[in-house]
């Protein structure tokens, strides 16, 4: 059975931004109903007051979220995105990484920057 590891492209479909930024203020909308107190026996006035701030805070949270994630996907290099992901993002590349036996300081030391 042969594992099929994801590309980039495929972690990153538009759909699914759009699905987390509204995820995201409909969370936030519910939040601030409930904080101000639209479940509860309250006069018209205060209720619609409460939607209204609801619906400016979801509004904000859906647009922030999503330019946030959007500048995120920027940083990504476009090279990569059709690259397999076999191991873990954030770990350094195998490139970097020393031979054994070999003295890592004496790598540093033959850098001419420093």
Do not use: C, N
Not at 31 to 41: D, H, P
Not at 52 to 58: D, E, P, R, S
Not at 64 to 78: E, F, H, N, Q, T
């Amino acid at each position: 059975m042969s594992h099929d590891s994801p590309t980039r492209r495929d972690l990153m479909k538009p759909l699914q931004l759009l699905g987390l930024a509204f995820g995201a203020a409909l969370f936030a909308g519910v939040v601030t109903l409930l904080s101000m107190g639209f479940f509860q026996q309250r006069t018209g006035d205060e209720a619609q007051r409460a939607v209204v701030t609801a619906l400016v805070i979801a509004g904000i949270s859906f647009i922030a979220v999503l330019l946030i994630v959007s500048l995120l996907l920027l940083a990504v290099d476009p090279a990569q995105v059709t690259k397999q992901i076999d191991r873990p993002v954030l770990f350094d590349d195998e490139s970097e990484k020393p031979e054994p036996g070999e003295d890592p300081d004496a790598a540093a030391s033959t850098d001419p920057k420093a």
